[in-house]
């Protein structure tokens, strides 16, 4: 369970985060919503160790692990896995290798993978997300477009199991085509992994056609997480399907009718 108590973050001495509050879970799969500047990537950031967030106030807390201070490999270890919204290209590291070395960093002795029982793992992985394995052997991210890195980042997810995942804006830039495969990947996900819980931020309403949410959350402004509340199908149902960007109003709107069902 991932416990976020009172948070205050900032960046350069500007305060973004204000008193944020949130629970997720183990299992459940939370969508935070809102406008640009509205600091939902200041909290994915935050969550991840980035260097250039100050964290002033408040914890954060992974199975009673207190992580506030933690740097970001240990946070890795302990379980949070940060799918960024432009990932890194990495000349010159081999995807695979890159992924060996992230996957046996998390196993005891005796337990880490050679180079060939973990190419048939990441096969076995590539194949339950339906990703086709043409990029094993690239530089990591090096070359591919924005589906294919998206991709790259649902399958290590996959191969690297984390207590929790953040996707942060994973689905901007997208075509439909990509989009479909990434959280079609990240539901089969769901359903192998029963206790890996999923934070995806994103200020797209068109998610909701491909991922079903245990909740979903508004930052209004920034720092401030409101009108939680649990899913309902017929709140869906009554979304504007005809724009995909997510405007304020119409967020607002959405996470309001959540807010009905408690929480």
Known sequence: MLRIENLHAGVDGSEILKGVDLTVQSGELHILMGPNGSGKSTLAK?????????????????????LTAAEPDERSRAGIFMAFQYPTEVPGVNFS???????????????????????????????????DDSFFDRNLNEGLSGGEKKKSEILQLAVLEPKIAILDETDSGLDVDALKTVFQGVTRLREAYKDMSILVITHYQRIFDYINPDRCMLCEKAGSASREGWKSQSALNHTDTNSHEQKPAAAENQCRRYHQGGG
């Not at 935050?46 to 207190?66: K, M, N, R, Y």
């Open 46 to 66: 935050a969550l991840s160790g980035h260097p250039f967030v100050e964290i002033t106030q408040g914890t954060i807390s992974l199975d009673d692990a207190d």
């Open 97 to 131: 290798n890159f992924l060996r070395l992230a996957y046996n960093a998390r196993q005891p002795e005796g337990e880490k993978l050679p180079v060939f029982k973990f190419r048939k793992l990441l096969r076995e992985k590539a194949a339950l997300l339906d990703i």
